[in-house]
């Protein structure tokens, strides 16, 4: 799943709560977006840098925040099994990317004004 | 250095990268705010469970990113000195208060359908 937003060299992923269950930030969503590439758990946490325990819990949290999983594991077959997103991950990522770009084009003028700090 | 957007229950807190050298992130701009009402460094990793020394490194990840302090601390006197922030510290606080405030507002359809995930 690319992230085109990212292309255009877009600086702001923001944070979101959902309530008190739900947190979803930029790390859970590329973690998602790595399944969604390799679908296996195990190759995007080696990706991203992070244990295998580490981003089954990250996409755990999001499991038993939502009340139903982002990401479903498949056993056996004949590729040995793996993990894809979940419609609802699927609709999860989709979601915070029409997000990230709606930001990052409404706050150009903000984002110009915080920049212009550093020079 | 109240954070209105709080109080009217605001859910996106931006992640900021400008170059490669700064990243401005809602940590970082509670720990300035903390430091600007207390006027002191230890104070306000007390009050946000963090080490002095994490407090510390995270305000010099910015000196050192910005090229000059957000921070600035005096040393004796009368009240045994402290931490206050420089103006370029201020305007870094507002500036990001700014577009916290901007993007909640322009985000308000797509985060509802964010959150509709959820229901």
Redesign the interface.
């Known amino acids: 799943m690319k992230n085109e937003a990212h292309e255009q060299g877009v600086?702001?992923?923001?944070?979101?709560?959902?309530?008190d269950d739900?947190e979803?930030?930029?790390g859970k969503i590329d973690l998602l977006c790595h399944v969604a590439d390799g679908q296996s758990i195990s190759a995007a946490a080696r990706s991203l840098g992070m244990t295998y325990k580490r981003a089954w819990l990250l996409i755990d949290t999001l499991n038993q925040?939502?009340g139903r999983p982002v990401v479903e594991t498949t056993s056996g077959g004949k590729g040995g099994g793996g993990s894809r997103l979940t419609p609802?991950g699927e609709?999860?990522v989709a979601?915070?990317q029409?997000?990230e770009a709606?930001?990052s084009q409404?706050?150009q003028p903000?984002?110009d004004?915080?920049?212009a700090?550093?020079k």
Chains 1, 2 share one sequence.
């Not at 600086?11 to 309530?19: D, K, N």
Request: glycine share 10%; with cysteine.
């Open positions: 600086l702001v992923r923001p944070r979101i709560h959902i309530g739900i979803i930030g930029p925040g939502f609802l609709a999860l979601r915070y029409a997000l709606k930001l409404a706050a903000e984002l004004a915080l920049c700090l550093a």
